[in-house]
């Protein structure tokens, strides 16, 4: 559950070279699927693909650099050409962005998240929470013990947090019904190196269509 997958990426951001290059504006963005009954997906940046193997549920990027302005990001299944989810979106010098895919395959959508990531002090990680399940109910995810912060409150499908700082080392996350004591994942022991930023992913079914194994899981991504 807490495995950080990543996959390859080529194609149009920053390929550009130059004898005496000038400074360009760019942006940073990731990338992650979280529809958890979409098929394997393409990833294309104005119509040029970028992965070179298939973009799996689960999988995330790391981020990476991509010009200013207006760009179309679109997903494709791998054994198709027909768009799933296509858009345009402006991408703002030095921001920093996560794109997600997010809902159910019959309503599919991308979810942008601009990201304020925050340096660490000493002995700390940073840390964030969005909920990807499309149909569990609001969630509560704690430490368990209570000895380190943060707490995540009532936190519903789409939603995410600011990035809080938490004390480095091995935590037992819990995620719970919001405003109950049900819960709804195991606890989930995760790592936090020092000096390190991470997103917990609530990300699955609570109850899984007939044939779907994505049950509601706590993934844990690095984003640097």
Do not use: W
């Amino acid at each position: 559950m807490s495995a950080v997958m990543s996959f390859g990426l080529t194609g149009c951001l920053d390929n550009d070279v130059d004898d005496a290059p000038a400074p360009t504006p760019v942006a940073y963005i990731s990338f992650y699927h979280g529809s958890p009954d979409a098929p394997d997906l393409n990833v294309l940046v104005d119509e040029e693909k970028i992965n070179n193997q298939a973009f799996k549920y689960s999988n995330a990027s790391s981020y990476l650099s991509l010009t200013t302005g207006n760009h179309e990001i679109a997903f494709t299944p791998v054994t198709g050409s027909d768009a799933i989810v296509d858009t345009t979106i402006n991408f703002k010098e030095d921001n920093i962005y996560s794109l997600y895919t997010v809902n159910t395959l019959q309503d599919i959508e991308m979810l942008v998240v601009e990201d304020s990531l925050v340096t660490p002090g000493t002995g700390k990680a940073a840390v964030r929470l969005i909920n990807l399940s499309p149909d569990a109910p609001a969630v509560d995810v704690t430490i368990a013990g209570g000895a380190a912060t943060p707490e995540f409150m009532n936190l519903g499908f789409k939603g995410n947090t600011q990035f809080v700082q938490v004390t480095d080392g091995t935590h037992s996350f819990q995620v719970k019904e919001a405003g109950t004591e049900n819960v709804l994942v195991a606890p989930t022991s995760l790592t936090l190196e020092p000096g390190r930023s991470y997103t917990l992913i609530v990300r699955g079914f609570q109850t899984p269509p007939a044939g779907n194994s994505n049950g509601l899981a706590l993934q844990v991504i690095r984003n640097y």
